[in-house]
């Protein structure tokens, strides 16, 4: 998926997606300057999920039992 910044708002990078829908993001969200016009590929990385939940599911196993 592919996100276009279209503006820069107040702290916010308004961008629009490949649906055309547009939304607004808090600058401090990404982790490198970004401007107008810049295209912004978005990934969903399930091995990094997974691994996420093991570690949570391990710390609530630690707190609960």
Known sequence: MKWIVD???EGFAVVE???TKS???PLDAFDCEI???DVINVTVDK???E???ETIESLM???FV
């Open 7 to 9: 503006r820069i708002e």
């Open 35 to 37: 401007s107008e016009g």
């Open 61 to 63: 196993n630690d707190l």
């Open 17 to 19: 997606a490949e649906d």
């Open 51 to 53: 691994k996420r939940k």
């Open 47 to 49: 091995a990094e999920t």
């Open 23 to 25: 939304f607004a993001i």
